[in-house]
């Protein structure tokens, strides 16, 4: 089956470091979106792109993070600088944009831990 | 963004149905219903979506009324690999990002 690969599984940094997450979407995939989930919060929707163009970042707070799309094979979310709050894990997706009846298929995640 | 309401949490025995109702009263005209199931220390997978009556695959049925503001998703005969959290999404484009994940259904099959 084909995977959404996500880079790094698991990533302990101090408060105030740059934290650089990577997903490798499913090729052929036009959207691509960046979760995140904790407790208390739930899967909270940070961004997304379709056709490596991003549509909406208002889930995303601007000051600290960044997600790009270098190339259609990569997308990237980075933090700088991390704080504690930010300690969650972090979810990758791609699929087909429109409503196509797939659904959309998510990475393992990177588990961020600030301290 | 139309909203979703499920039961938090929900028990059954191996072997038996398991039907989960997800309520969205203001869902649109265009939204289509997908379902998604987390295992602990894994991203959500994709179940199954439909707009209208019944859709099958090969895991599920989908059951959703003619006013569409409730959709049931039904497992046949679960087993305790089917433990696990289940969300249910609804959305203008669901495929598009404007879903929002609800606090989920967290199904707890027994032997």
């Known amino acids: 089956d084909a995977r959404v690969t996500q880079t790094p599984r698991h990533k302990v940094t101090e408060m105030g470091q740059e934290v650089t997450m990577r997903c490798q979407p499913i090729?052929?995939?036009?959207?691509v979106f960046w979760y995140r989930q904790t407790m208390m919060q739930g899967l909270e929707l940070l961004a997304y792109?379709?056709?490596?163009?991003?549509?909406?970042d208002s889930g995303m707070p601007k000051d600290r993070f960044s997600a790009e799309m270098p190339d259609a094979t990569l997308a990237t979310l980075k933090i700088q600088p991390s704080e504690p709050r930010d300690s969650a894990v972090y979810f990758c997706?791609?699929?087909?944009?429109?409503?196509?009846?797939?659904?959309?298929?998510f990475g393992s995640g990177t588990r961020l831990t600030v301290v | 963004l139309a909203k979703t309401t499920q039961p938090i949490s929900m028990d059954s025995y191996e072997g038996q149905e398991v039907n989960i109702t997800c309520s969205h009263n203001?869902?649109?005209?265009?939204?289509?219903i997908t379902w998604y199931q987390q295992f602990p220390s894994q991203g959500p997978r994709f179940i199954i979506q439909?707009?209208?009556t019944k859709v099958t695959n090969e895991v599920a049925s989908l059951f959703i009324p003619a006013d569409r503001k409730s959709s049931t998703l039904s497992l046949p005969r679960v087993s305790l690999s089917d433990t696990a959290v289940y969300y249910c999404?609804?959305?203008?484009?669901?495929?598009?990002?404007?879903?929002?994940f609800g606090d989920g259904t967290t199904l707890t099959v027994k032997p």
């Open positions: 792109f379709r056709n490596r163009a991003p549509l909406d």
């Open positions: 997706a791609s699929g087909l944009g429109g409503d196509n009846p797939y659904g959309y298929t």
């Open positions: 439909g707009y209208k």
């Open positions: 999404l609804v959305g203008l484009d669901t495929n598009a990002g404007k879903s929002t």
């Open positions: 203001n869902i649109a005209t265009n939204d289509y």
């Open positions: 090729l052929g995939h036009n959207t």
